[in-house]
């Protein structure tokens, strides 16, 4: 068990900077970035800040996410920001991933688990650093775990998540969802069928803009559910969001999904931990009403704020919870509005794993 994570080491914004800093100034710290090397601008954000900091002592795994028939602007868009990586992290390796089988399966998860594993952490390795900023559900899921494990495997090897935010950037990459959903890879648990309970699934999809088609078509995938209750970010920067997408999700909620409006659950939009306490809260109340009863199956489908899924990405992994999800064909960035300013990025950090907390594992009863 992972007690530590509820009140587990985390920065914000310009305290991240401050930690970093400070802790990676060290001489003794080796550091290795794995990180996207996309289309989304905020790809290079983490890898500048570190290697301001670290220099020569900074590695780097940056992964290329690649799908069918990408736009000229958006490959464009990849190629800058993997060229500046090169730059900023000379040596470092770039692992190009292919997100789909020839026959149309999402083996995204597959494929960078055996990537990975071809490419080890260095034993002189002390602090691993997983950037989700720009990684897709289906690549960064698994990553993250193998990763944690690793780390966790290691004696005095620390993990660290960092993640750049922000919701109104966000809300100009549109999507097109593949055709069918399917677990992420390392997060379907097995379930005793021959059992005497009866499995009653509850279903937890985080509602975000322009992702109504993906959560409709996981919703069938899934199947019946005992409750369905959908994740939306509260408080958030702009204070409508959440509004927003209860209007946005209105014919889903109520004539899809018929859920009951005391069965929406809230998390920040900034804080991960939030996300993380609020599912792992949700876990043990459905335990204890449905012992004896039921067998639980809580399904995640974490398909907006990456902070958000930091937080899911925590319980899924700390509670054995399914991860349910739509592998994403194609994306399309939408200039914004000239008249809107970006208020722009947030950065979050967190320590998961690592010596910092091995006073607090000899501290518990």
């Known amino acids: 068990m992972r007690s530590h994570w509820s009140n587990c080491i985390t920065h914000f914004d310009a305290d991240v900077d401050g930690f970093v800093a400070d802790y990676f100034s060290e001489p003794s710290r080796r550091v290795l970035l794995v990180a996207a090397a996309g289309f989304d601008p905020r790809s290079q954000r983490v890898a500048r800040t570190l290697a301001s900091t670290l220099g020569p002592r900074l590695t780097a795994i940056f992964i290329r996410e690649e799908r069918p028939a990408p736009s000229g602007k958006l490959l ?4 800058e920001n993997e060229a500046a990586l090169r730059t900023i992290v000379p040596g470092c390796t770039i692992l190009q991933v292919e997100i789909f089988a020839d026959d149309g399966a999402p083996v995204g998860g597959t494929r960078i ?19 989700l900023s720009a990684l897709s559900t289906g690549v960064g899921f698994p990553a993250a775990m193998m990763l944690l494990e690793d780390c966790e495997a ?28 399917s677990a992420v ?22 509602l975000a803009h322009g992702r109504a088609a993906a959560l409709t078509r996981i919703g069938v995938a899934i199947g019946k559910c005992y409750k369905i209750c959908p994740l939306l970010p509260f408080p958030a920067r702009n204070p409508r969001r959440a509004d927003d997408l209860l209007s946005e999700y209105r014919s889903a909620l109520v004539d899809e ?11 920040s939009e900034r804080n991960p931990l939030d996300s993380y306490r609020t599912l792992s809260t949700l876990k043990k109340r459905f335990d204890r009403t449905m012992a004896g ?10 398909v907006g704020s990456k902070v958000l899924a930091a937080g899911a990405l925590m319980a899924a992994i700390e509670h054995k919870m399914a991860v349910q999800y739509m592998e994403t064909e194609s ?35």
């Open 113 to 131: 688990v055996k990537l990975l594993g071809q490419n080890p952490v260095p034993e002189d390795i002390t602090d691993v650093v997983l950037d």
């Open 293 to 302: 009863t039921y067998q639980l199956r809580m399904v995640l489908s974490p």
């Open 154 to 181: 290691a004696p005095g090897r620390t993990f660290h998540l960092m993640i750049v935010s922000n919701p109104e950037l966000d809300d100009q990459i549109s999507s097109v969802p593949s055709s069918q959903a």
């Open 331 to 365: 994306y399309t960035f939408l200039e914004g509005d000239e008249q809107h300013q970006d208020p722009g990025d947030m950065i979050v950090h967190l320590v998961l794993s690592g010596p910092m907390y091995d006073s607090y594992a000899t501290s518990e009863p």
């Open 257 to 267: 999904w018929a859920v009951d409006p005391r069965d929406v659950v809230y998390a």
């Open 185 to 206: 890879r390392g997060f379907a648990p097995p379930i005793d069928v021959g059992g005497d309970m009866e499995i009653a699934q509850v279903w937890i999809p985080q």
């Open 76 to 79: 464009a868009a990849a190629d």
